[in-house]
């Protein structure tokens, strides 16, 4: 199984400030990668997917990049409603996920 | 707007079965590959199965192969999952998950989610 290993477990940013998420895969999967930022008790949102490409509606504060095994999300100014947990989604195999970041309020 | 809306969870006893569904609504259903993915504390994210636009391909995660069956009605735009022999570790939120792909392929990665239904295996 193709394993993604997402740092740092927890991420203390303050409002405004530049949030930088890690994903490492165990394997390469080239660009097949997807980001999605979760709320307590929602489902899901899709973010990024293609490793760097903007999902429909998705500001442009989060960008992404990355290819292989090392990939990035960056939020350049963090709003208030971005304080979530964050997933990265291989889908190069049978899809696997990451163990999330959480972004918190410092 | 696209809506998944799942039903169906519940308390379930180890060894018993039970049925999902997923009714979608606001886009075309029957040009869509959907999934289930699950969410447990324990395990994180999980996908579990996906059915391709027609019912014609159907594929299971290793750890629910010969236990659940994905099905769907695109008659009624509904999903389901049959999930049988239940085990305290298939505990978890399970979630239908539309793919991305709108022409009638799977990409395996989602672009809509329903809100989940809770499943609980205890005795």
Partial sequence: ?106 | QVQLVESGGGVVQPGRSLRLSCAASGFTFSSYGIHWVRQSPGKGLEWVAVIWFDGSNKYYADSVKGRFTISRDNSKNTLFLQMNSLRAEDTAVYYCARDWDENRRVSYFFDFWGQGTLVTVSS
């Fill in chain 1, 1 to 106: 199984e193709l394993v993604l290993t997402q740092s740092p477990a927890t991420l203390s940013v303050s409002p405004g400030e530049r949030a930088t998420l890690s994903c490492r895969a165990s394997q390469r999967v080239s660009n097949i990668l997807a980001w999605y930022q979760q709320k307590p008790g929602q489902a899901p949102r899709l973010l990024i997917y293609g490793a760097s490409t903007r999902a429909t509606g998705i500001p442009p504060r989060f960008s992404a990049s990355g290819s292989g095994t090392e990939f990035t999300l960056t939020i350049s100014s963090l709003q208030s409603e971005d304080f979530a947990v964050y997933y990265c989604q291989q889908y190069n195999d049978w899809p696997t996920f990451g163990g999330g970041t959480k972004v918190e309020i410092k």
